[in-house]
């Protein structure tokens, strides 16, 4: 990012420039639009932009574009290509269909059916998205935690209805009340590049006396404690690679740490339906030796 006198001013500008994005994908995007919303000078703005997002003006607005699509498409059922498009800001569903393709090599309704999530992070690794993550990285020091765990085994679309066993566990149990007690997940396996019927994940809930035997399927477990580099993800846990990803790739090779042999977990601080998925927060914790 550029050298400023005023760097925290200049952050703030941008952060609002980016935040505007956003919320305003069906609006007007331009480079004289935005340059307006930053207060910055239209001539310099473009260059500004570039250098402190990493891509162009025109690229962001687009890739902001198909992200939000591309949620909606993979996440509402009932969502057609038609309003996924024009609610994202594209002008038709064949201009959107065109730049789908053109960023994932597939058509969005293919994308959709099975989703191709390793593709999808290594189109969003825009630098700003890197940089934001590693100024967000917290390394901890974290006691061990005693759950209730379910084991889900099989295609990570099918997680929900493992969710639905333990939350009817947890209510006929009492064993693990949502209002008093931790919510974790723990993926033993990563689903972009796990065969689905392969794939592991535990449902996890804090608990303070041990597992009463029970028809669910619910067994004692212990997350480690120890040193973890924590960063917070903020919407959907189903798109929460994009916050992983950055980990890994960007702050681990620059950071002088070394893995330890133990699973990430997850610890979601929302409650679900009270909170919708959009604004869900979730801390992702990577364990370090």
């Given amino acids: 990012m550029p050298d400023m006198p005023n760097h925290h001013a ?3 500008r941008f952060n609002a420039v980016l935040a505007y994005i956003e919320a305003n994908l069906e609006a007007d995007l331009s480079v004289n639009a935005l340059s307006q919303v930053a207060n910055f000078s239209a001539f310099h703005f473009h260059r500004q932009f570039t250098a402190f997002v990493g891509v162009s003006v025109s690229r962001y607005v687009q890739l902001m574009r198909l992200r939000q699509a591309a949620h909606r498409l993979t996440a509402q059922a009932d969502c057609s290509v038609l309003d996924a498009a024009l609610s994202a800001g594209f002008e038709s569903p064949e201009a959107f269909s065109r730049a ?3 960023a994932f090599g597939r058509s969005p309704s293919v994308f959709r059916k099975a989703p191709n999530w390793q593709v999808w992070n290594a189109v969003f690794a825009i630098p ?5 993550i590693i100024m967000q990285v917290k390394i901890v020091q974290r006691a061990e935690v005693r759950v209730a765990a379910l084991e889900h085994c099989g295609p990570s679309e099918r997680v929900d209805e493992s969710v639905r066993t333990f939350v009817e566990w947890r209510r006929q149990s009492g064993q693990s009340p949502v ?3 931790r919510t974790f997940g723990i993926p033993y396996s990563n689903p972009d590049t796990t065969p689905a019927h392969a794939f592991r994940f535990a449902i996890c809930g804090e608990i303070h006396e041990a597992v ?3 028809e669910f399927g619910i067994r004692e477990h212990v997350i480690a404690g120890g040193r973890y580099v924590v960063v917070r993800h903020s919407g959907s846990p189903d798109h929460i690679g994009e916050t992983i990803y950055p980990i890994y790739r960007d702050w681990l090779p620059n950071s002088g740490e070394e893995l330890r042999n133990e699973p990430l977990f997850f610890e979601y601080l929302s409650v679900y339906p009270e909170t919708p998925k959009s604004q869900w927060q979730t801390d992702v914790y990577v364990p370090l030796q």
């Avoid at 700003?128 to 934001?132: D, E, G, M, V």
């Fill in 10 to 12: 200049y952050l703030k």
């Fill in 100 to 102: 789908f393709r053109r």
């Fill in 128 to 132: 700003h998205f890197s940089r934001t």
């Fill in 179 to 181: 209002a008093s007690s």
């Fill in 212 to 214: 009463v035997p029970n």
